[in-house]
């Protein structure tokens, strides 16, 4: 019987695919197919990890003190009951007679076993889940150790849908290499950087499905929107060649795009618009330069720190974005420094900041920088070394006060006077801008203005911070609203403050690469958008379809209404009389 649910869509595209449950507690478990020929022996290894596995914990319960408590011990107990338990074990047996791995087959059998606990309405019994992981998990760790030689069959996770309870930047990453479907979790915001890697590689997802990983079994065949937030899982013949349409619509409307590549962002009444990329790693540049041959206005250099053992040192650091600038060949880089803290932070616990409450809120970004000048300064002197192979930019992130620019500048002097020493060479006129990601900085954007050579909008941290919802917690998701006034006036007070000091202004979190809002951000008065590539097409065939002139005249009127329904409402129209680009005519 198929089963529908809702979630919130973060990345646009359908996903269509078999379910992978990933079980943070278990170590990764290898899928792969068996022969016939091999089946005595892979029941063989299973049955030696099981016992190696209740000879580990029988010799633990000889090993404990006298007077450790009764429960203690009728828990190890229960334990070495359920290694043995034969229907844990002969549903193993099944499934690798039916040719799966006894690593796959352990996780299917886990899965049914603890499908059955959760429908059974005693709480005690439910809680025995638990047992079932660690006693599972017990016996993966022994097939681990046996170390099989067996062909893997490829990527176990290509073509399938990931679910999880959630997955961080640095999951996320990893995943991008194995070409999933698309990914499920039962947490998570739209602005989580989870979300932004997931619509910046184009992997259909979806995230606050709470308890996906109770309904979704191991190998269910699931369909996911990530446009409209919903999932079905074992969809009906009907359902399945539904969203196999849609699906090859959105490839098709992909493909079409393709013919505004490279052709100039010029709007109806000739005003040029400057479309720049977002990217996560040099390697980005190539996704981006077979999408439009542009410049970023974002590098986001914390996503080479996240999956390091240890941060990168000054030479690592340099060798990248090198490798940026040159990949850009003359288009302009923006570097942005390291944005760690909040949702990002670095796999080793001693680079992790301090345990703190409010980690949005704490020594996040310019602030952690500031507090380790010795580790910015190496970031610094490798981005200066880098702007000898092409034009870099610096950028700031989240910059509250004037003292923040301040300390900038005065170790960006330091940084270059200690190349001088060195006699290295950089660009003496690197310009530095900041983001403007904290209502405060709007407020200040005026005089900030005055002091740097270029600002960006983060929308993503400016609605976090300015509508107080966490941007990782999908429980407050439904505050998220671009079209607050408040944000709106932000929004509007950073143009405003770019334009009477002469000065760029773009925007480069997720609201520019949202359609919906591209015809509002232009009548603002936006001439700067920074997108990932995946969005990049969209939004040029909206901008190429749009008159300035008359939409500044409707957004103003926009910018006087309070309520969200009337400002949506109004969005909506200068939307409807959209045109885009006509994709079909040229080429
Ligand atoms: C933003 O806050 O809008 C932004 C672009 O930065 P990040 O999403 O990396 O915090
Ligand atoms: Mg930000």
Known sequence: MSIMLNGIGVSRGIGIGDAYVLYREQPEVQEYLITEEDVDNEIQRYTRAKYAALTELSSIKKRIDSDTPDEILAFIDTHLLMIDDPVLNTGVLNHIKKLRNAEWALQIQCERLISVFDNMQDDYLKTRQDDIYHVVRSIQLCLGDENPQHQHHGSGLRGKVIVADDLTPADTILLKHQKIAGFITEYGGPLSHTAILARSLGIPALVGVHKARQLINANDKVILDGQRGMLIIAPDHKSLKHF??????????????????????????????????????????????????????????????????????????????????????????????????????????????????????????????????????????????????????????????????????????????????????????????AMIEVPAAALSAETFAERLDFLSIGTNDLIQYTLALDRIDDEVSYLYDPLHPSVLRLIDMTLQAGRNAGIPVSLCGEMASDATYTRLLLGLGLKYFSVPATALLEIKSIIMGANILSLEEEVRQILKLHHHVDISRAVDSINRNKHTAPLKLHG
């Open 244 to 433: 196999k349409t849609l699906k090859r619509q959105h490839e098709q409307r992909k493909i079409d795009l393709k013919r505004l590549a490279n052709q100039p962002a010029i709007t109806r009444d000739n005003q040029h618009i400057t479309l720049h990329g977002n990217i996560d790693r040099p390697e980005d540049v190539k996704a981006l330069r077979k999408v439009e041959q542009t410049g970023v206005g974002l590098y986001r250099t914390e996503m080479m720190f996240i999956n390091a053992q240890t941060a990168p040192n000054e030479e690592e650091q340099y060798l990248e974005y090198r490798k940026a600038v040159k990949a850009l060949k003359g288009n302009p880089l923006t570097i942005r420094t390291l944005d760690l803290g909040g949702d990002k932070e670095m796999k080793d616990t001693q680079q992790h900041g301090p345990l703190v409450h409010n980690p949005a809120m704490g020594l996040r970004a310019i602030r952690r920088c500031l507090k380790h000048p010795e580790s910015f300064l190496l970031q610094l002197k490798a981005i200066l070394r880098a702007s000898a192979f092409g034009p870099i930019r610096i950028m700031i992130p989240m910059i509250t006060n004037h003292s923040e620019i301040d300390q900038v500048v005065l170790m960006i002097k330091q940084a270059k006077a200690e190349l001088d020493i060195k006699k290295q060479a950089y660009d003496d006129n690197i310009p530095l801008g």
